[in-house]
C-alpha cells in the first residue's frame, strides 16, 4: 500500500483565517515533504522532515507553519495568507531505507480570498 | 541553465503512436531518476523510477537513462487517449541534504487524439 491522505480535499478561506492541511500515511515512511504547486507549474518544495524534525524550508513565508506531531501525520498550519497562495498543497512521503521514490497525496486545493 | 529541463512540448500523437519524452539534468552526482504523470486537477503518480544506465521496461513504458549525457526519456508505446496528460521529470539531487531534493522539470503536456 502506497497511500497517502490529505485533508480537507478543497479549503476556501479569509485572508484573516486560521486553518490547517493535514497528511497522513502508514508506509512507516519517515521522510514527509510539502509542495505547493501553481496552474501549469511543477510542484515546489517547500518542507522536508525527517524523523519527525524540521530538515528542510525553503524560505517559505512564516505565514505557513509546518508540524510533524508523529511519524505518520504532517500538519501545514495556515495564518493571514494572501490571494497568490491559492495553489494546490501537495503532500509527498518517502521511505529512509531502500528506494527514494516519493508518493504523492491527492493534495488540497486552497483558494485565499 | 535550469537544473532539470523537459523538452517544450505540447506534444501530440495519434492513438497507436510511440510517444518520446525527453529530459535533461544539471547534476552529474545525481543518481535517481522519476517520471510523474498528472492529470488536469490531480496529484502527480508515479510512473517509472530509474536508477541504472540503459532501459527498463514496465509495461507500455520505457525509461532510459544515460548518465554520461545526463538525458532520461520516457517512451509510451501503443499510446491511448488516457494517457493524456502532463508528464513531469524530476531528479532527486543531494546539495549536501541526507535524503535529497526532488526537482522537476517544468512537465510536457501529451495529447493522445484517436
Known amino acids: 500500500d502506497t497511500e497517502v491522505t490529505q485533508t480537507p480535499k478543497h479549503l476556501v478561506m479569509g485572508m484573516t483565517n486560521k486553518k490547517s492541511l493535514k497528511c497522513e500515511q502508514h508506509m512507516g515512511h519517515r521522510a514527509m515533504y510539502w509542495y505547493k504547486q501553481k496552474a501549469k507549474k511543477p510542484p515546489e518544495l517547500m518542507f522536508v522532515y525527517s524523523y519527525e524534525k524540521l530538515s528542510i524550508n525553503e524560505s517559505v513565508p512564516s505565514r505557513f507553519s509546518p508540524e510533524c506531531p508523529n511519524s505518520s501525520l504532517l500538519n501545514l498550519h495556515l495564518h493571514a495568507l494572501q490571494p497568490e497562495d491559492s495553489a494546490l498543497y501537495l503532500c509527498?512521503?518517502?521511505?529512509?531505507?531502500?528506494?527514494?521514490?516519493?508518493?504523492f497525496g491527492p493534495g488540497t486545493r486552497l483558494t485565499v480570498l | 541553465q535550469k537544473e532539470v529541463e523537459q523538452n517544450s512540448g505540447p506534444l501530440s500523437v495519434p492513438e497507436g503512436a510511440i510517444a518520446s519524452l525527453n529530459c535533461t539534468y544539471s547534476?552529474?552526482?545525481?543518481?535517481?531518476f522519476f517520471w510523474y504523470r498528472q492529470y488536469s486537477g490531480k496529484s502527480p503518480e508515479l510512473i517509472m523510477s530509474i536508477y541504472s544506465n540503459g532501459d527498463k521496461e514496465d509495461g507500455r513504458f520505457t525509461a532510459q537513462l544515460n548518465k554520461a549525457s545526463q538525458y532520461v526519456s520516457l517512451l509510451i508505446r501503443d499510446s491511448q487517449p488516457s494517457d493524456s496528460a502532463t508528464y513531469l521529470c524530476a531528479v532527486n539531487m543531494f546539495g549536501g541534504t541526507s535524503y535529497g531534493k526532488l526537482t522537476f522539470g517544468q512537465g510536457t503536456i501529451l495529447t493522445v487524439h484517436p
Open positions: 509527498a512521503s518517502r521511505s529512509t531505507s531502500g528506494t527514494d521514490t516519493q508518493y
Open positions: 547534476d552529474r552526482v545525481s543518481q535517481s
